[in-house]
């Protein structure tokens, strides 16, 4: 049974942050998690780049293991809002690329829970291509068959009272719906998020696996420490600065 986790946030990303999610999905493929993201340029692409490179890496290096069209397909899921998206192409089912439009009636209950989840849903029905975005980050949260959540969801976006600002804000509300822990590395959301991951390992119930060597695999006090200490450094030098 897969276990999943979505990366999401703002398409403007400062370096160090778009490295913090880079190196937190590596470490969440490394734990055997299924990531899952957008296709967006910014926090999507961290995702994207994490994910690809890895596991080409690895297959290169471990040509004895799975190929990395296997590898890549158990890691990494990229749901688009359409078949072409910044220069994804979800050209055929075997792709990781997903286009979220040819799901049928799925796509149509997707644009129904985005609605839902917006804070102006009349001014989202006018721009169909909004639309199209936010139905995106409802399967970014639940998946192809919209029923299967998301374990966690880490994220850089500015935060707005308890929720997020901008187009993350539909993923990060969906998720609260489903009780999905919520992690913000956005500096502002800090002392929230920290209590959060504290308490990540209970909720988030990994159960204990087998992984290749081959891949430096930290076990989950070890993959929180990494977190909460790369956020302490951010943290501090932002106050520095």
Known sequence: MNIYATIVGSRDI???????LYRI?????????????????????ACDMAAVRMCSKHAHYHPEGPSFHDLLHRSY??????????GHRADDDDSIYID???QGALYEKAEAMALEMHPNPAALRAKPSFLQLHARNMFQVLG?????PSSVLVCYAPPQGQSV??????????????????????PDAWDADRKKLIKLEEEL?????NVQPAIWVPNRDQLLDLILDRME??????IAE
Do not use: M, W
């Open 233 to 238: 450094v951010l943290k501090s030098r932002a």
């Open 77 to 86: 899921e990229c749901y688009l809002p359409g078949p072409r998206f910044n």
């Open 165 to 186: 600002k901008g187009g993350t804000r539909s993923a990060f509300e969906l998720a609260k719906r489903f009780n999905v822990p919520r992690i913000n590395i956005h």
């Open 100 to 102: 979220v439009q040819a």
């Open 205 to 209: 119930n990994v159960p204990k696996i």
């Open 14 to 20: 400062p370096a160090d942050y778009f490295r913090q």
């Open 144 to 148: 192809r068959d919209l029923e299967t």
């Open 25 to 45: 999905t590596q470490l969440l493929i490394a734990l055997r998690f299924t990531v899952r993201s957008g296709g967006a340029t910014g926090s999507d692409n």
